[in-house]
Structures are given as structure tokens and as C-alpha cells.
């Protein structure tokens, strides 16, 4: 028997392709929502079974507080989230929120519906690997990397990061050439140069993994922090006299 279920993603076109995709395999889909920010309003509204909240920083703050308020008026919902690959305290975040699942958001159509199937039935829907990488970090944090966010900003250059910062901010390629003074050409091949730097495939992984890590933090610090101070020139020797 399919879902009746509802997909809910800050980006709108992702949330679309999702719904399409799992309309076809006979679940219904209430709706096709964007931005997050007014999911808890929706399912409330709706409820559907299931709801899949898609998200792409699940260690931010405040990120799960519509799943707060789902579990709180509408009880049954089972919430899957749908994120990157996340650190304990994503994971953790979501569950302590009232999440039934998390699943990676480059994971197989079939593994969202099984996820969405599991939840329903009022199973945990998350994968092994995914707990086990999470409880490893958490019973040995000394063999993780200290500030992952430092090191990888030490990867980029001034200029890449800025490319960064814009990228997380939205800005397409013409936009970034446009403020940053440069070709579309010289914009596009700094974006890739930033991509196969942090290891990611797209624009939004790179948004998402800079905010997880604060790297985005760190790039606003080191793009306002003030020029070191200059040594003051040299005393000059007095011109002799003719």
C-alpha cells in the first residue's frame, strides 16, 4: 500500500523531482513544499503519514524545530529527515527532535521508500553505517579531526573562498564574476577548483559542508580581520652636502 505522504525541502525544484519520483512508484503525495521554514504549518494541516523534511545543515541550531512542532500537534506523522552525510550531533538532533529516520540525500530512490515505509510502521528508519559512524565519533572524538572547518579552509586560497562564500550565498556564476570583477570563464573555473578542493559533486554540497564545518565563519573572520600592522620605513641616511 503506498504513503500518503508530504515533501518538504528548501529547495523547490529537489522537493518537486522527489514527489514526481515517488508518485510514480503509487504513493500520494500531499504536496511538494518549499522553503521548510513553513512545514510545521503544512503537515499540521494536511497530515500525511509521512513527512520528508529535507535539509541541508542538520548540525545547525534551530534547523529541527518544525519537527518539534509537527510531533507536538500531530503526533502520528513519522518525519524522515533527508540531509547530507551528518555528524553525531545532526544526528542526534534529529531524533531528540522527534524524527522517525535520516537518510543521506544521495541515497537511492529505494532506500527513501523504505525509509518512508519503515517509519510508518513505527520503526527507526536510519542506516547501520550511519549509526555506526556516529556512535564511533562519539566514543573516540581524538581520532577525529579537530577543527575540520579550519582545515579545509587552509585549502583554499583568498580568492576561492570568497568564490565560497558567494556560492553559499546563492549567487550564480554570472553574479559572482559580476562582483568579484572577473570573466564568467575565470568565476566557473574557480567554482570547480572549489568543488574537487572540499571533495563535493555540486554547488549545494559545498554550501552544506561549509556551514556544518563553520568554515563559512571562519571565511567572514579572515575576510574582515585587519591587516597586520606595517614595520614603519627605515630612516633614511642625510644627503651629503655638495
Known amino acids: ?11 523547490r525544484l529537489l522537493a518537486e ?15 511538494a513544499a518549499a522553503p521548510s521554514a513553513g512545514a510545521a504549518d503544512l503537515v499540521v494541516s494536511r ?15 534551530g534547523v529541527f524545530d518544525p519537527v518539534v512542532r509537527i510531533k507536538k500537534e500531530r503526533p502520528q506523522v513519522a518525519v524522515v529527515v533527508l540531509g547530507p552525510v551528518p555528524s553525531p ?17 544521495d541515497e537511492r530512490i529505494e532506500g ?6 519503515k517509519a510508518r510502521a513505527g520503526e527507526a528508519a536510519v542506516a547501520p553505517q550511519l549509526l555506526q559512524g556516529a556512535f564511533a565519533e ?37 553574479l559572482i564574476a559580476a562582483g568579484m570583477g572577473i570573466a564568467p570563464s575565470t568565476a566557473r573555473t574557480h567554482v570547480q577548483r ?23 565563519d571562519r571565511a567572514a573572520t579572515r575576510r574582515t580581520a585587519p591587516a597586520p600592522p606595517q614595520p614603519p620605513p627605515a630612516p633614511q641616511p642625510p644627503a651629503s652636502a655638495p
Do not use: W
Open 89 to 105: 550531533r545532526g544526528i542526534a538532533a534529529a531524533f531528540a527532535a522527534g524524527a522517525s529516520g535520516y537518510v543521506r540525500h
Open 194 to 216: 572549489v568543488l574537487m578542493k572540499l571533495g563535493v559533486g555540486s554547488r549545494l554540497e559545498a554550501a552544506a559542508l561549509a556551514a556544518r564545518t563553520g568554515l563559512l
Open 47 to 61: 497530515a500525511p503519514e509521512v513527512c520528508l523534511l529535507g535539509t541541508a545543515a542538520p548540525a545547525e541550531p
Open 17 to 31: 523531482a522527489l514527489a514526481s519520483a515517488l508518485k510514480l512508484r503509487g504513493h500520494r503525495v500531499l504536496a
Open 138 to 174: 562519539l566514543l573516540n572524538p581524538a581520532a577525529q579531526p579537530d577543527d575540520e572547518g579550519a582545515r579545509l579552509l587552509r585549502m583554499l586560497t583568498p580568492r576561492e573562498v570568497e568564490v565560497l562564500v558567494r556560492v553559499a550565498e546563492g549567487e550564480d556564476t554570472r
Open 1 to 11: 500500500m503506498g504513503v500518503r505522504l508530504m515533501v518538504v525541502d528548501d529547495h
Open 112 to 117: 527513501v521508500e523504505r525509509a518512508m515505509m
